[in-house]
């Protein structure tokens, strides 16, 4: 699978990426971070942070680790293969959950699945940022992906705390305070 940001002009995915950290406000927070890439990266040298990075795709996390370890990271990031609709850590188990562009990689019909199980293991804030259709057509021109449905998604995170939905240039960024909000009234 080919990353996102090598299919853009220049290094509009990683500005992308670091505006998601920006919004999210990771400072010190331990996270998962749901299919590997740089926010990990960013997420330990920008915002002083620990994070677990998953991803089904193994090649995808060896070149990430690698990366990690040139940068001198390696220690605060643990790599693990595992999907997203069946995640193998306890309740609560994280500060924070992050998703950046990884909902559309996953099938339509098992995305709400992987939007409860970030969920749960989130004990305070969960973001979740994917593409527009417009966008999505950008890094993927060949339709090989479905777009998020984001009625559905703000439907699944407003049961889950207060939630906020920013646009973000052709994406679309929620982050949800667990426990706050209707859910936590």
């Known amino acids: 699978m080919k990353e996102e940001s090598d299919s853009r002009s220049g290094d509009k ?3 992308l990426r670091k505006k998601v950290l920006e919004l999210a406000g990771p400072k010190g ?38 990366k990690a370890e040139t940068e001198g990271v ?5 790599f693990k293969e595992e999907g997203a609709t069946a995640l193998s850590f306890p ?33 305070g804030r969960i973001v979740i940022s994917d593409f527009t259709t ?11 992906f479905e777009p998020v449905n984001f009625d559905h998604l703000k439907e699944i995170l407003e049961s889950k705390g207060s939630l906020e939905i920013i646009p973000l240039e052709k994406m679309m960024v929620y982050i949800v305070e ?3 909000g209707p859910k936590g009234k």
Not at 35 to 62: M, N
Not at 91 to 119: T, W
Request: aromatic content about 6%.
């Open 29 to 66: 927070q331990s996270i998962l971070d749901i299919g590997a890439g740089p926010l990990s990266i960013f997420a330990v040298k920008e915002y002083d942070c620990t994070v677990t990075s998953v991803d089904i795709d193994r090649e995808k996390i060896e070149t990430w680790r690698e």
């Open 91 to 123: 309740d609560n188990e994280f500060d924070m959950s992050l998703c950046f562009g990884s909902l559309h990689h996953i099938a339509p019909g098992e995305r709400r699945k992987a939007v409860l199980e970030v969920s749960r293991v989130a004990r």
């Open 13 to 15: 995915g990683l500005v």
């Open 178 to 180: 667990k426990g706050k």
């Open 74 to 78: 390696s220690g605060r990031i643990a």
């Open 134 to 144: 417009e966008g999505l057509l950008e890094i993927h021109p060949g339709g090989e």
